[in-house]
């Protein structure tokens, strides 16, 4: 089992930052990934960005050059810098930690970025 608990949401205005935390506990030998997805209203969840225990990083295309995704492997915590934060950035950001077996989600945290 694999517990991971996000924080650093909030309100911020567009072309801010924000930067949130996802800490892991429990089974953390068996994690090969972690990121970040988001899901908006009315839409359906979506990509941010994954890191590999091998240090590979995905983003969605929507986000690339604006967010970095980084991971304290002795902290067992993953970290989402967001920068020039935009509207449609506001999403409740949902930190996912994928083992051979299955991924397993945070509770989610709310971003919302005013125009």
């Known amino acids: 089992q694999v517990q991971v608990v996000e924080s650093g949401g909030g309100l911020v205005q567009a072309g801010g930052s924000l930067r949130l935390s996802c800490a892991a506990s429990?089974?953390?030998?068996?994690?090969?990934?972690m990121g970040w997805y988001r899901q908006a209203p009315g839409k359906q969840r979506e990509l941010v960005a994954h890191i590999a225990s091998g240090g590979d990083l995905t983003y969605a295309d929507s986000v690339k050059g604006r967010f970095t995704i980084s991971r304290d492997n002795a902290k067992n915590t993953v970290y989402l810098q967001m920068n020039s934060l935009k509207p449609e950035d506001t999403a409740v950001y949902y930190c996912i930690s994928i083992t051979d077996v299955r991924a397993y989600w945070g509770q989610g945290t709310q971003v919302t970025v005013s125009s």
């Open positions: 429990g089974s953390i030998f068996s994690i090969n990934v």
